[in-house]
């Protein structure tokens, strides 16, 4: 088996996976709709992929880089502006991405916290369409409070999430190392958490192919697409090698 190929296995991936990711990016991605609260939702059934993250970690890069598209998500330097669910579509994709507003920014008033607080636990609690929370996490910074405190509302409400890794650009590949470890001992006792994290840098473009490989097989664990060959995730759980032309 080549190193690469070894590399993918031990995260839970393979080549076919990756493949299959980056065919469901391939298609052109549109703004859904904005919500501001649980019942303004879709109720089609689609199954939800969210992202979440504090304010300014790099989440509207990270979801242009995924869909290759500029300017789909807003990229600003303003912390902490959109207060809504921002919901992505793309034609005959069973699945739709959902931008959760970003967290912990520092100047925000009180009452936009607690709608904030509001709207996510409502959202977390209610949504059975909801698959995965990708919790994004500044690369410079580890975990902080703000972060453990959604990854305890995660785990409270019995959603799957996993860690990405955003701006590895701005370290060096020890530092990366250092911090990537310590998010998984940080997660490793969590019920919730999926234990391989995505490293990424939307800027060097580095890692999005990971990513996306990793929503391929979250959407072949659940049955959503179909592929062939199994690989095992390390926890005895198989997965799919091949990809099924979506
Ligand atoms: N070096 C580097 N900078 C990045 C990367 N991703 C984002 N940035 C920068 O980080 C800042 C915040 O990026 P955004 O993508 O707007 O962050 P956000 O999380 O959507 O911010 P909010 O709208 O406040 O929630 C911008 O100045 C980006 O250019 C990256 O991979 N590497």
């Known amino acids: 088996m080549a190193a690469h190929e070894a590399d993918l296995e031990a995260i839970g ?8 990711g980056d065919q469901l990016f391939a298609r052109e991605w ?23 993250g504090r304010s300014n970690v790099g989440k509207s890069s990270l979801l242009n880089a995924l869909v290759n598209q500029k300017g789909l998500a807003r990229t600003s330097n303003t912390p902490g502006r959109t207060q809504e669910l921002n ?16 967290y912990g920014f520092a100047k925000a008033p009180l009452d936009a916290v607690e709608k904030w607080n509001k709207l996510i636990r409502r959202y977390l609690q209610g ?39 955003t701006k590895t650009d701005k370290l060096k590949p020890g530092q990366i190392e250092r911090v990537k470890q310590s998010v998984l001992d940080g997660i490793q006792r969590r019920p919730a958490a999926y234990p391989f994290i ?14 996306r490989g990793f929503i391929a097989r979250l959407l072949n664990d659940l049955g959503a697409l179909q592929f062939e060959a199994g690989v095992d995730d390390g926890a005895g759980n198989s997965s799919s090698g091949t990809s099924h032309p979506l």
Do not use: C, W
């Open 13 to 20: 991936l393979s080549e076919g996976l990756l493949d299959a």
């Open 127 to 165: 949504r059975v369409e909801l698959a995965r929370v990708f919790v994004l996490i500044d690369s410079r910074h580890g975990l902080k409070k703000n972060d453990l405190d959604i990854l305890k509302m995660l785990d409270e409400t019995a959603v799957s999430y996993q860690i990405v890794l």
């Open 87 to 102: 919901l992505f579509s793309a034609d005959g994709m069973p699945f739709r991405i959902v931008d959760m507003p970003g």
């Open 30 to 52: 549109l703004f859904e709709k904005g919500v501001v609260a649980a019942s303004g939702l879709p109720v089609d059934g689609r199954i939800e992929i969210a992202f979440a």
């Open 198 to 211: 995505a490293v990424t840098s939307s800027e060097k473009k580095q890692g999005i192919d990971t990513l």
